[in-house]
């Protein structure tokens, strides 16, 4: 069964931009992915962490575009398949969860929500 794999609707104009500027390589991916989303999890060696108790908030790596991450979340309070939703692009040097994180409390509108990450390390 397919789910919704979406932006918030108050935010499509970002994730649109964010879409705008990488390679026709790196856009290939994207689209190969957001097709995996439909109808899979990402991986739990992506996941970041679980954001308000409800978004478990992944940074997916993109096929044949080592610079760039794909940032999404699951409502794992929501009935599955849990609803997808797509927050942008996040660059892999720039610690992607905690962008990733970012990107979804800004598009949630949550103020101070709890966060309990996936990794102790710092390579996301």
Known sequence: MKRPVEPV????????ADFDAP??????GVDLLLEELELSNPDLDER????AD????YAIEIPRCAHLMLAVSLEIAADIPWPCTVHG??????????AARRKAERHFELIHPSWEAAHDDNKF
């Not at 390679?23 to 290939?28: D, E, G, L």
């Not at 970041?48 to 954001?51: F, I, R, S, Y």
């Open 23 to 28: 390679s026709t390589q790196c856009m290939m």
């Open 89 to 98: 692009l996040v660059r892999t040097k720039e610690h992607p969860c905690e």
């Open 54 to 57: 409800r978004h478990e908030v």
């Open 9 to 16: 609707a108050a935010y499509l104009a970002e994730v649109l």
């Open 48 to 51: 970041c962490g679980l954001l």
